[in-house]
Every structure is written in C-alpha cells, then in structure tokens.
C-alpha cells in the first residue's frame, strides 16, 4: 500500500499560549516574546528545517469578554489578548526560510477586498509564492462593535458577503492582469502591456470595485484557499473555495463524517477530491518514553488556568460558563451551544465524567482536538490513524508550550513520521505553498475552481 | 557656530522608478525588482550602512488615470504601477538592520483605525520601535472609487475624519493601556493587571469604539508621525499632529516661507519647535567630478518617459496635460492648479522658459523638488545652504535610478556630510526611530503633544 503522505502546519497566533490558556507561566514556555521578531524568525527556521509544511496563524481582533461578562479572566491570564496582526512578521520568517508556507487568517467582514487583495498579493511576490488565506467570515462581538457594527453580523449574511467579496478577489488576482501583461523590454521601453490589464467592473450589492488590481500576477495568483466551516451553509462555502480545509474535531468518528460530507459536497461541485487538503488538529505532548511524556504532560496541567480555559471556552461558545458549578458533571447541561461542546468532549472520552473542570484542563493543555501523550511512535501510529480512518490528509498541529511543543515534535515525531514514508524527505520540497500541497508544477489554482470562471474576464469586458 | 545636524530619508515606493517615469530602462536601474524581497533587505542594509535615519515609502492606492482621461501612459510606463503593499516588507528589513527607521503612507479615508492601530503597534513591537506613520487624508480619484466612494471626500470634510481617525488612535496607542498594565509574573500567575487595560469609549461623529486596544504598550506607543499638509488646513493640522512635515517644494525661496509659516503655528499650537522636523526634498545626482555628475545626469534624462511623467504630472495637479503642446512655453497656461506647478518650477530658474516638455523632463530626472548635479561637495554645500537657508532639518532623498543612487550618496556625499559635521558618526545610532530623530532618551511623544491628552484616559473613563 502507498501510504498518503501527512501534511503538517504548526497552529500558532500573535500572542502568548494560543491554545494552552497558563502555560505562559511554564518556567520553559516563550510564548510571550511573540513581540519579537527573533523569536518568529528562529521559530520559522525550526519549523523549516523540522519538516513542516507550512505555520498557520489564527487572529482574533477582540477579547473574550463572555465568561462573567468581562474580559478580566481573559486580560488577568493572557488569553489571546494582547494580540497583533498576524501579517507583519511574515516577510522576516519568509526571509529566512526557502519552503515553508504561511496561513494567516482574515476576515471578509471588516476589510475592503480591494485592498486585502493587494495585501495579499504583495506578500505572495515577497514570499515568492508562499502565502496562504485562511477566509473567516467573522470574530467575536467584542470586534465586531470596534468595527462600527452593533454586534455581528447574521450567519447567513456573513457568507453572502464572503461569497461576493471572494467574487471581487478572483477577478483582482485571476482576471485583472494577463499572465504576459509586465514586459519590462527596456529596448521597446514598454513596462507593461496596457492592453493586457483589464477593469474587472464589479458591481455587486455589497462591494462597487472598477479594477484594475494593483499588483502584477505574483507566483501563486490567489493565495492558497483556507476555510473551516463547520454549519452546512459554511461546509457548502469551503467545498466551493476551499483548497486546504481545518477542521478541528476531537474524535475520528465525528471528523470522519465531517470529510466524507465534506469530500461528497466537493465533487458535487464539478472539483477533483484531491485538489482538497483536509487538515485535523492533533496535540501531542511527546517525550523519548511514556513516563517521560506523561511527566511533561502533569506538568503543563498544573500550569493551566482553569478561569483563563473558561474565558476561551466561553468565547467559543458563547455560553457564559461561570454559572457552573466546577465538580458538576456537564451531562444535563441545557444549552444547545454548551451541550454541543459538551457531547464533543463526551463522545471522546464516553467512560469519563465530564465536569467543568475537567473539560477546562482538556482545554487548557491545547485540547481543542484529541492531546495524544505518548512516545513518538504512539504519537505517529495515532496520526496515522486519524489519516487512515477519519480520511484527513494533515494536522494543524498547536502548541501547549512554545516553542518547546514545536522542537520536541520536529526533533522526535518528524523521524518516525520519516521512517514510515508518511512524511517526504527533508530536499524534496518546491518553492511554492500550493505546489508542496498539491505537488510539483501545481503553482496556480486549478481550472475546476470558481477562480477559474474570472480568468477569461478580458474577453466578457471591455477596457 | 555649532552646525545643525542634517536628518535623511530615503524616498522610495513599492513600485519601479517611483519618482523617475522610464528611467527603469536605464541598464543599471534595479527599481523594478521591487517584488523581491531580497531587494528591500539588501537596500535596507546598505542605508543602515551608509548613514540614513530613514526610508520613507510613498505609496497610491490607484492609477494615474487623468493625463488623456486614460491610464495608458501610466501603464505602459511602468508610472507607479504596479504597485505593493508598503507595510509588508518592513520586518524582513528590520531583521537585517538595527537602527534604520520605516517611515510608511497609510490613509485614514479609507482603514478603521481600530485595525491600523494594531497593524502600527504590531509593527513597532517587531521593529523595535522603529516606526513611522505619514498621515495622508486622501489618494487618487481611481483609488476612491475602488473603495465604494463615487469620488474623494471634499478637503475639509478629509481632515475633519483624519482628526477624529487621529484621536481614536492616540487613545488606543496613549490611553488604553498604562505603562505597567503588563506584568508576565509567572509565579502570581498575572499576565495583565486588567485594571490597568481601559476601555477607550470613544464615539464620535465618525468613529465608534468603545476599545479596548488589542495590542500592549509598544516601545514608542504613537509610531512617529508624519504629516505633508500644504493647505492652510493642511498646515494647520500638521502643526497640531506632525512630528515630522514633509515639504516638496523646489526652491529655499519657497520652503523658506513654509518653514516659517508651520514652525510660527506649531508655537501657536504649544508646541516646542525643537520638537517637529521639518524634511524637504533634493534629489542629488553625484560624481567624483562635475563632468561625472553631468555624464550621469544626461544618461539618465535620455531614460526619462515624457508620456511617463506628464501621466504623473497630470495626476498630481489633476489637469489633464495632453491638451498642452511640448514646446509652448508655459507661461500663458490659465489652469489655476497648472499655473500653480508651473510657478513653482519657474521661480525654481526665472531664466529659463519653461516649455511642457521642459518640465516633463524636469520631473523624470527625479525633480518634484531641485536636483542637484555636481561632486560631493556640490551636493554637501546645497544640502548645507537649504538647511541655513530655508530652515529645513533634513531631506527625504528621492533616487532616479535604485539602489544605484543611494549607493552613489553614501559613498560619496555621507563621507562629505561627515567631515563637516553635518551627520553623526555611524556608531551614534538609538534603538528608535524618535531617540534617532528628537535625542537619546526621547522614545515617547513629548508631553505638549495633543497625544497625551489621552494618557490621563484611566481618570476620566469608567472601565
């Protein structure tokens, strides 16, 4: 059998503990130089040189203010707040890196496209190539009325938007300038062929743009299309648009009816399965022997902060979680939102008793996902499974400790990953994002993408 | 007498030949390698290097459309376009440099300041405090458009919201978080002392965001502000804002009553004269012999684009120069915006008669402002005499062919600077931007800046 090679993102935002609310207060945790730039660019050298893919960033522009109604658990802890743009480092970690791919999520909600086009744009010419678009449609309440909105937008609307504001972007980055357009012949001393850059006369009901792009083609065009949507109105956006889906489930018995509904949306879209990266989330707390590994993991634990996992889980689902008793279990919990993150957990774990506490602490150590404790074989026989039984193609892998979480999984999992042909070797990687996600040549979206339809715009307009 | 020490920038956008249209076809112009980011890096060194403060980025976000109502000549020209975020490339340029300042355009008609606010805190944060924010209430006609305006905002109506825009910011950046609101006490487990993280409250006639910032107090909080109000409003607003006001004017005549003008209101205002510098522009073609100096200059303005510079020229005063003959003589032109360039350019040589193609030509070589062709000690005396005469403290320095040009000045005209006292020595360099341009020590606005207003915001707000 061939086995699929896994694809690995380190999951990682501007702040300090992304997904690990205390663990800053570990004595080995550094996650709260995220300031400075030495620790981003020796971060991305790791990653590189580790065997990582590519580093996707995560954002939030405001704070989680649900628990108890403030943000003070969220300030007092740290907990993604303070948080910076995630765009700006980029060019220094790209700078010192060759190969490895950058995620950064941005919202549809809050930015003109024209200008986020050209954003985007400028940083896949300065990566050459390497810039990957994680499409969020939007964030917390508390961003939102920092925006000029009274709160969030409806659900619906939000991807009505994203549709057309996406619409703007494929006509700017695919349709705009013609492949040839930038000559730069310094003999006949045209720079650009003006025939070749087209208006793309967007008139839509939210966005007006008459074009042109700003920007000459850069290497990918569009950047590599990121998408987590878990509603059916958000699965049916990402099996659009989506090149590369994250989708962060604890068990394989619920990721793996995500993909396939998922994978069955996308070729209902006239799209090949396999221009589709599905990315789950997988933590891994590894040391040479289980003791090892399970010393590392009690010690994270006690550097969690029960308050701080509350805030982010509070903000996650919108369920102010104070009014629970600690050492209650979650089981008769009534609202749909908490008994929904509830059932997640429980089905992970049916033998447990899931109290508050409990599902903090899971929370706390990076528990989004599965946290998978263990020698570096355990950790990559249970990778192998997620790939092999939920059908997810990689793993936005998150740190608990930073970026100690990151060496220890370069230095020990990436070897044995190696060893069973799951991952490529070290030299065998192309220059840009999409080509190492879809394979040599595959620089450019292909023709069975929505993206497609804006290539031929010069032919539908007049200049 | 103790001679004033001169301030540099050099004056560059993320596009080809920014102020020279067609001098990109010159064998030895580099400028369109501008989506390279080893571009930026290596020019970044070679400025740290060779005695700059700064580089300043200009920046549009359209084309130059006004010159025969079409951007063909603009296009063909290479005139700007295509043209790059200037944002992105700054911290792969900080990572290769120490003390190099980033003095970057950014609009506040067309950004929330809520999300520039992070954007320029991020980036002091990564830069080390290292940045600098040329405050511009408008681009062109082309860019408005794109952004859902049927055109620009009257001039008034411009400033009115940059001073709201201004005020938003300066509570985000002064006020929302005091000095010590970041503890990262690992054994108290306190990462912010929430109390000290302040909600911003603002609501104004523009601009609604109860805050609180996203990010913690950066090395300079405010980046250094940058400001080119021509208007009387203009004025008025840069003298009240502006730490540092950039004039393009072509003659000490001219400049010398600006000058006057803004230090007398920045008086008016409270404000330490000492505490705003005032840059013009020279654009030095330079050799090791006034026969070099003229060989240059001559190579170059065979480079220049006619149809090039008359798009920008028509862009920049929004009269439409195609109507004018190449060889008639100015001086009859009835165009109030026209006359008035015009004006300027003839006050610049009264015995010249200037023709459109003159001025043209004048343009391509660099020349918004004088240029000046002759040996290092040509190019020290005019710098010299500027500075004496009409009270600037230093220069954005524009090329007409990059890098070659700023190679040229900080080979030859930084030594000659030196000898006379004019720059400091290479190794007397501060961390930030502000310490470089205002003294050791001063990292921070200074009290009698409007900012700090703001900085009392924890008194006057409820949390």
């Known amino acids: 059998m061939t086995k699929k090679r896994i694809f690995l993102n380190a999951f990682d935002m501007h702040c300090a503990g992304h997904q690990s609310p205390g663990v800053w207060t570990h004595p080995e945790d550094q996650s709260d130089r995220f300031n400075d730039l030495s620790y981003w660019t020796d971060l991305a050298k790791m990653l590189e040189a580790g065997g990582f893919d590519g580093i996707f960033f995560a954002d939030v522009l405001g704070t989680y203010d649900v628990y108890n109604g403030s943000r003070e658990a969220a300030v007092t802890n740290g907990v993604q707040v303070p948080v910076n743009d995630p765009l700006l480092a980029i060019s220094a970690m790209a700078h010192v890196t060759e190969h490895l791919g950058f995620g950064v999520t941005y919202s549809v909600t809050y930015e003109h496209p024209y200008i986020l086009a050209r954003r985007l744009s400028t940083l896949d010419h300065l990566t050459n190539g390497r810039i990957g678009w994680n499409i969020v449609t939007s964030y917390l309440d508390s961003a939102a009325v920092n925006l000029g909105f009274s709160g969030q937008l409806h659900h619906d609307q939000r991807y009505e938007i994203a549709e057309e504001y996406l619409e703007v972007c494929y006509k700017l980055w695919e349709g705009s300038w013609e492949e040839d357009a930038v000559v730069k012949d310094k003999k006949s001393k045209v720079y650009t062929d003006h025939s070749k850059v087209h208006n793309i006369r967007h008139e839509g009901k939210h966005f007006t743009v008459p074009g042109p792009h700003l920007c000459e083609p850069s290497p990918q065009r569009t950047p590599v299309l990121y998408q987590a949507g878990a509603s059916p109105r958000g699965r049916q956006f990402a099996s659009k648009h989506a090149e590369c889906v994250f989708t962060a489930g604890p068990t394989i018995e619920i990721v793996k009816d995500y993909v396939k509904d998922l994978r069955s949306r996308v070729s209902t879209q006239g799209r090949n399965e396999e221009d589709v990266r599905v990315f789950g989330i997988l933590t891994p707390i590894v040391g040479k022997t289980e003791d090892e590994a399970q010393a590392k993991y009690e010690t994270i634990r006690k550097h969690v902060s029960y308050?701080?996992?509350?805030?982010?889980?509070?903000?996650?689902?919108?369920?102010?979680?104070?009014?629970?008793?600690?050492?209650?279990?979650?089981?008769?919990?009534?609202?749909?939102?908490?008994?929904?993150?509830?059932?997640?957990?429980?089905?992970?774990?049916?033998?447990?008793?899931?109290?508050?506490?409990?599902?903090?602490?899971?929370?706390?150590?990076?528990?989004?996902?599965?946290?998978?404790?263990?020698?570096?074989?355990?950790?990559?026989?249970?990778?192998?499974?997620?790939?092999?039984?939920?059908?997810?193609?990689?793993?936005?892998?998150?740190?608990?400790?930073?970026?100690?979480?990151?060496?220890?999984?370069?230095?020990?999992?990436?070897?044995?990953?190696?060893?069973?042909?799951?991952?490529?070797?070290?030299?065998?990687?192309?220059?840009?994002?999409?080509?190492?996600?879809?394979?040599?040549?595959?620089?450019?979206?292909?023709?069975?993408?929505?993206?497609?339809?804006?290539k031929e715009l010069k032919r539908r307009t007049v200049t």
């Open 307 to 454: 308050e701080g996992s509350l805030a982010l889980l509070s903000g996650w689902t919108g369920i102010d979680l104070s009014q629970y008793s600690p050492d209650e279990s979650l089981k008769h919990v009534t609202s749909n939102a908490m008994q929904s993150a509830v059932d997640i957990f429980t089905k992970a774990d049916p033998n447990r008793t899931w109290t508050l506490r409990e599902l903090a602490y899971h929370v706390g150590v990076g528990g989004r996902g599965p946290v998978i404790v263990g020698t570096p074989q355990q950790v990559a026989d249970e990778m192998e499974r997620w790939v092999n039984e939920a059908d997810v193609d990689g793993f936005n892998i998150p740190y608990t400790m930073a970026p100690g979480s990151f060496q220890d999984f370069t230095e020990l999992v990436v070897p044995e990953l190696r060893k069973r042909g799951l991952l490529p070797p070290q030299d065998a990687r192309y220059e840009t994002y999409r080509e190492n996600l879809f394979g040599e040549g595959k620089t450019r979206l292909p023709s069975s993408h929505p993206s497609h339809t804006w």
